[in-house]
C-alpha cells in the first residue's frame, strides 16, 4: 500500500504481472447535421470568439482573486454547509453564460509538462483502504437542505432526466471517424458553422506551419495558425512564454514543445490546467510515432518541414480519436482513463483473470517489455517485465493507438513505437493483433525481429485462452458495467467512479438512466471533469467537495495517496443521505475489490 502522499505526486504501481518470476498470481437517426455537430462539443450555440482579451504568460504574478478562486476558499476546511452556499452560487455562474474580460493582463509560470506519472504495478498487496465518513465531515444543517429545496422545486421534477430529445448518433467505429474528419475538414472557418464548436484543437510548428485542426482544413487555416505563431513570438520576444489568453467566453491554451506548438481554444468552462493536460496528451501521441529526438532533429535540418508527411492519414485519425476520446465524447470510460491518468479494467471474477495470466506466459520471451490484453479501452490484464514501469499514460496511448486504426483489426501487425513515459527518444516494436472484435493483444518488445517468436506465442495463448472458454466469458463479461446503480439501491445515488492509489486503476458504475445516451453521458462526464478540476486545482484540496446544480449534486471524497471517490446525486439528498451513499459505495467496491482491480500477481 502506498504512503499517504497526495496523489498529485505520488508515483503508484499498479497490479501488473512479472514475466520473470515464476509462480501464480439511444440514437436518432434523423438528427439534422448541425446537431450532431454540437454534440461533438456537448451543446450549441452561437457565441464567438470576442475582441476582448487578456494574455497570460509564464512570469507574472497574478494578484486578484477570482470568483471561482473564492467560492474555492470558502470550502477548505471541508463543511458541506460552506460548500452549499459558495458552490451553488458558483455552478449557477459559470454553467451560464460568462461575461467577457474587459482588461488584458499578463501571467507568468513554468511551461512543463506538469502533472504526475502514474505507473501501473507495484500494489503491495493490503488492499483497499476501508475509510468511513461520518455526520462530522458533512456540516450542513437541516436548513441548508431546506432552503436548497426551495430553490430548486419548480425543477425538481425535471432533474432526475436528461433530455433525450437531443441524444447523439453512436458513431465509435473508425469508419464513422474518418468519414466526421472528411466532413469537418470541408467547414469554412469563416462560416458561422465552424465558429459554433465549442472546442479546437491546433497544431503548427514554430514556423507556422499548419499540422493539424480539428475542425476546417489546415490550408485553409494557415494565416489563422500564422497569428498564433505571432502572438508565441511577440510573448518571446520579452524573454516570457505564451501560456494563455482569454478571450470574451473563450479560453486558448498554449503549450510550446520544442519546434511544435499545440494550442486548445474552449468556451466548455474547463480549467487551464484541464487543457494542458490533454494538449501535453497530445504531443506525447505524437511522440508516440516520431520519438522526441527524431521530431527535433527533422525541423533543426529544415524549420519550414510538413510534419503532415510523416503523420500521414492514418496518424491524423489516432489524433483526432485521441481528441474525442479525452472529452468523453464516444467512450465515457475512455474519457474517464485519461482525466484520472488511471486505467479501468474489465470486471473479472479472479479465477478467469487468473487462467489469462497463465496463458499469457508464452510471451515470456527475450526483448518483452510489456503483454496488454484489452477490451477496448478496458484492460483484462496486463504484464511487464521486471524492473520495468508501465505508466499509465503510455498504457492509454496504446489503447488510443489500437483501437483507432482500422489496419490492426484487419490483420495482426508489427510496428514501431516510442513510450513518451518510459523513453521518449527510443523506439520500440509492438506486436497487434485481435483475438475477438473486440479483444486485442498488444506485446511491446525492444528486439526488431521478434515478430515471427510473438506470432507463434499469440497462437499458443489464443489455443489456451480458447480451449479453457476464457475468451467466451471474457465477451460475455464485457456487455456488463462494473457496478449497476440500479443493484447498489443507494438512495438518491445517480452514479459514481472511484480510484484507487493503491492499484493505480479506477472502477465506475454503468451509465443507466438519466445517462443512458450518448449526450447524457457527455453532460455527465462534464460534471466530474469541472468536480475533479476544482478538487485538484486547490493548493489544499478539502476531504470532502459538493457542487450543487438545478439538476444534481457532484461530491468528491479524496483520500490522498489512498483513493478518489466521485458521486453524483439527485439535487435535493441530504447529509444523512450523503454519508451513507459514501460509506456503502466504499464497502461495495471492497467487496468486488478482486474483480475490478488487477491484483499484483506473478506469473
Not at 127 to 153: I, K, M
Not at 237 to 246: A, C, G, L, Y
Not at 401 to 406: D, G, L, P
Amino acid at each position: 500500500m502506498m504512503s499517504g502522499k497526495d496523489r498529485d505526486t505520488a508515483n503508484p504501481t499498479l497490479g501488473v504481472s512479472s514475466l520473470v518470476d515464476d509462480g501464480d498470481q439511444g440514437a436518432q437517426g434523423n438528427m439534422s447535421s448541425s446537431q450532431q455537430d454540437s454534440d461533438e462539443d456537448g451543446g450549441d450555440d452561437n457565441h464567438r470568439i470576442g475582441a476582448e482579451s487578456r494574455v497570460a504568460t509564464d512570469g507574472d504574478v497574478n494578484t486578484s482573486t477570482s470568483d471561482e478562486d473564492k467560492a474555492l476558499e470558502a470550502v477548505e476546511q471541508l463543511t458541506i454547509a460552506d460548500a452549499d452556499s459558495a458552490l451553488i452560487e458558483h455552478a449557477q455562474e459559470h454553467d451560464g453564460e460568462s461575461q467577457p474580460f474587459e482588461n488584458e493582463e499578463v501571467e507568468i509560470g513554468t511551461d512543463d509538462d506538469g502533472g504526475s506519472s502514474h505507473t501501473i504495478g507495484g500494489a503491495s498487496g493490503n488492499g483497499l483502504t476501508t475509510d468511513t465518513l461520518d455526520g462530522d465531515d458533512l456540516n450542513e444543517d437541516e436548513q441548508a437542505v431546506e432552503d436548497r429545496g426551495a430553490r430548486l422545486s419548480e425543477a425538481s421534477s425535471q432533474s432526475y432526466t436528461i433530455n433525450h430529445a437531443k441524444q447523439g448518433i453512436e458513431l465509435s467505429d473508425t469508419e464513422s471517424i474518418s468519414r466526421r474528419m472528411e466532413k469537418w475538414r470541408q467547414e469554412d472557418p469563416h462560416s458561422a458553422k465552424w465558429q459554433r464548436h465549442k472546442r479546437h484543437f491546433f497544431i503548427l510548428s514554430n514556423a507556422g506551419k499548419p499540422i493539424f485542426a480539428r475542425y476546417g482544413d489546415e490550408e485553409t487555416l494557415a494565416p489563422f495558425m500564422g497569428v498564433l505563431s505571432a502572438v508565441v513570438s511577440f510573448v518571446r520576444d520579452d524573454d516570457e512564454t505564451i501560456r494563455k489568453v482569454v478571450a470574451g467566453e473563450h479560453q486558448i491554451v498554449f503549450l510550446l514543445r520544442g519546434p511544435l506548438y499545440f494550442v486548445g481554444v474552449s468556451r466548455m468552462g474547463e480549467s487551464e490546467e484541464t487543457l494542458r493536460r490533454q494538449l501535453i496528451v497530445v504531443y506525447h501521441q505524437i511522440v508516440m510515432f516520431l520519438t522526441k529526438k527524431a521530431i527535433e532533429k527533422t525541423f533543426e535540418r529544415k524549420s519550414g518541414f510538413d510534419l503532415r508527411y510523416l503523420l500521414g492519414a492514418s496518424g491524423e485519425q489516432v489524433l483526432m480519436s485521441l481528441i474525442i476520446h479525452m472529452q468523453g465524447g464516444e467512450d465515457f470510460l475512455a474519457g474517464m482513463s485519461f482525466m484520472l491518468q488511471a486505467p479501468t479494467c474489465l470486471k473479472l471474477p479472479p479465477p478467469v483473470r487468473s487462467e489469462v495470466g497463465k496463458a499469457m506466459q508464452s510471451l515470456k520471451q527475450p526483448g518483452v517489455l510489456y503483454g496488454l490484453i484489452f477490451n477496448n479501452f478496458r484492460l483484462v490484464h496486463a504484464i511487464r517485465q521486471k524492473k520495468t514501469e508501465l505508466h499509465a499514460e503510455d498504457l492509454l496511448l496504446i489503447a488510443n493507438f489500437v483501437q483507432s486504426s482500422a489496419t490492426f483489426k484487419a490483420s495482426e501487425a508489427w510496428t514501431p513505437i516510442c513510450l513518451p513515459k518510459y523513453q521518449p527518444d527510443s523506439l520500440l516494436f509492438a506486436y497487434v493483433s485481435f483475438l475477438r472484435p473486440s479483444l486485442c493483444l498488444v506485446v511491446v518488445s525492444t528486439k526488431a525481429d521478434a515478430f515471427p517468436g510473438l506470432t507463434q506465442a499469440k497462437e499458443t495463448l489464443s489455443q489456451s485462452l480458447a480451449t479453457a472458454g476464457v475468451l467466451d466469458q471474457i465477451e460475455r463479461a464485457a456487455k456488463f458495467p462494473d457496478f449497476f446503480i440500479s443493484q447498489l439501491r443507494i438512495q438518491d445515488l445517480l452514479h459514481f467512479s472511484f480510484y484507487s492509489s493503491t492499484y493505480g486503476q479506477f472502477c465506475t458504475a454503468g451509465c443507466e438512466v438519466p445517462y443512458s445516451d450518448k449526450r447524457a453521458k457527455q453532460h455527465l462526464y462534464l460534471q466530474y471533469e469541472r468536480l475533479h478540476s476544482m478538487v485538484h486545482g486547490m493548493p489544499r484540496p478539502p476531504r470532502l467537495l459538493m457542487r450543487v446544480t438545478d439538476s444534481e449534486a457532484s461530491v468528491s471524497w479524496i483520500s490522498p495517496g489512498e483513493f478518489e471517490l466521485y458521486a453524483v446525486f439527485t439535487p435535493l439528498v441530504t447529509k444523512a443521505n450523503i454519508v451513507s451513499a459514501c460509506n456503502r459505495i466504499m464497502r461495495a467496491v471492497k467487496r468486488d475489490e478482486g474483480a475490478v482491480f488487477l491484483n499484483p500477481l506473478t506469473v
